[in-house]
């Protein structure tokens, strides 16, 4: 098994970790442990964030792993990093005057008419700053490591660091050994020890020489970093837009609330990022030798398998929703809409299989990435205008059409390019299978004391129902085919 494989693996074994850690903080610790405007609060500053630092990243992180390798010149490779390493520092000094100038209109057009809600944004909102800048950093140093092929750690940084730490905070103010304002100091903290961390492992990995000139190709370079700033920026604001735009007309708690929703709906997007880690170079190498062929069936193949796999997560997490809002603090209430709609967008992003590797590899991404402008606008304005009219489940709601907008958009656009298109007969049995377990499972429970006893035997039974019918009714080839290496199973099979 070669490194670059092995570096994979272990990868998603940390991605799974981080996300359980992070799955048992949000749903749990800190519900538990901290207020509902604090929650609301960190959610908030954190949302931001995300949708600042790419802007300071000016598209940098990926510049760097696309064009460090084409460098043969030892003196023009110094000149491409220390530009990389520079500009967003000046992209920053630009964003940060703006933002202190302009901080107190931006504060008030986040005015939701709560005095205590501006009061606590007012108070720690120079921590957004703090937090864009640190993960802008800690994306170059990662990046860094990734064209040395030592990715491992920097992704234990990223996905498994950041929770512990948070982890560790939480228990320390359920102890009462620190208060919240240092709860918030700390986790902020955190960010900036993860990138320092990083960035002594990355440049000890491979050091460079610091030097105050641009490489002889540094309008292509500039070139492509706007490009994938707008990609990178449009992928954000589908996360984070709308976390931020409820704080405009709902008090800074109903944030936490949203997210808990939207968090639960992601754990379906889990599967895809797998996936895509071998999709996303394989697409791109059969683009590049224009075999159709084999395009056509990796893109019919990846969209079915993960149709099939996001289905099954899909079904656990609507068929066992009531239960998990009985784990979660009466406080945070109930919004099954947001969780279905989110969830259907997310099981829709999966059903795409790699048609945004196909978009982005081939000649057509300055397309993609206008549309993806297009989406940005609809998406705010969809905010603004469902989620006074509906709260919480409009922002649910934008988000929603936004993603079924741009996706449909992407399906079309790829069917008019490329004459081809990833749904089969296989996609409408796999949507029907999904649909019949969820009016078979939605209304059924065990009805035990306990609500975790509960999720759990519901699980199993749907998991081994699923996996009865998607085996025998030979839906995936490559799913039976793992199926049958299992041990376990070779002798019942």
């Not at 610790?29 to 908030?44: A, H, P, Q, V, W």
């Amino acid at each position: 098994m070669g490194r670059v494989i092995k570096q994979s693996i272990a990868n998603m074994l940390t991605t799974y970790l981080g996300f359980g850690i992070g799955a048992i903080n949000t749903l749990f610790i800190y519900t538990r442990f901290l207020s509902k405007d604090y929650n609301g609060l960190i959610s908030f500053l954190l949302s931001t964030s995300n949708l600042i630092w790419p802007l300071m990243a000016f598209g940098m992180h990926n510049t760097l792993v696309k064009f460090y390798s084409s460098y043969s010149n030892k003196n023009e490779q110094d000149k491409f990093v220390s530009m990389l390493f520079l500009f967003p520092i000046l992209v920053s000094i630009i964003l940060g005057t703006i933002g202190y100038l302009g901080y107190e209109f931006i504060l008030s057009y986040f005015d939701s008419g709560k005095v205590s809600d501006q009061k606590l944004i007012s108070s720690y909102g120079g921590l957004i700053y703090v937090i864009a800048f640190s993960m802008t950093y800690f994306e170059i140093f990662f990046s860094w490591t990734k064209v040395q092929l030592k990715s491992v750690f920097g992704n234990f940084m990223k996905e498994v660091f950041q929770r512990i730490g948070a982890s560790i905070l939480l228990v320390f103010v359920y102890l009462k050994w620190i208060d919240i304002p240092s709860f918030i100091y700390g986790l902020v903290g955190l960010y900036c020890i993860r990138v320092i961390i990083l960035g002594i492992y990355a440049l000890n990995l491979q050091s460079f020489q610091f030097k105050f000139e641009f490489p002889t190709n540094y309008l292509t370079v500039f070139k492509y970093s706007s490009l994938i700033l707008i990609a990178g920026s449009v992928a954000v604001i589908l996360i984070d837009l709308d976390k931020i735009m409820i704080k405009k007309y709902l008090p800074i708690g109903e944030v936490m609330v949203y997210s808990l929703g939207v968090y639960i709906a992601s754990v379906i997007a889990v599967p895809s990022r797998a996936m895509h880690q071998i999709t996303y170079p394989l697409t791109a190498k059969l683009l590049n030798e224009k075999n159709k062929i084999d395009l056509y069936k990796l893109y019919k193949s990846s969209s079915l398998n993960l149709l099939i796999i996001s289905g099954f997560v899909f079904i656990l997490i609507l068929c066992n929703v009531k239960e998990l809002y009985h784990l979660i603090p009466d406080e945070y209430s109930l919004y099954i809409g947001v969780i279905l709609l989110i969830a259907i967008a997310k099981l829709y992003d999966n059903a795409l299989g790699n048609t945004n590797a196909i978009l982005y590899n081939s000649d057509y991404y300055r397309t993609v990435l206008i549309m993806g402008v297009f989406l940005a606008l609809l998406a705010y304005i969809l905010n603004l205008i469902f989620i006074p009219i509906y709260g919480i489940n409009g922002a649910a709601i934008a988000t929603f059409i936004a993603i079924f907008f741009y996706n449909t958009l992407k399906i079309l656009f790829v069917k008019l390019k490329f004459k081809i298109q990833p749904f089969t007969s296989k996609t409408l049995i796999v949507t029907l299978v999904i649909f019949l377990f969820i009016l078979l499972f939605y209304f059924w429970d065990f009805d035990l004391e306990y609500s975790i006893l509960n999720i759990a035997l519901k699980s199993i039974l749907i998991g081994f129902l699923y996996g009865v019918v998607i085996y025998y009714s030979k839906l995936s080839s490559e799913i039976n085919a793992i199926v049958k290496k299992l041990p376990i199973l070779k002798k019942i099979l």
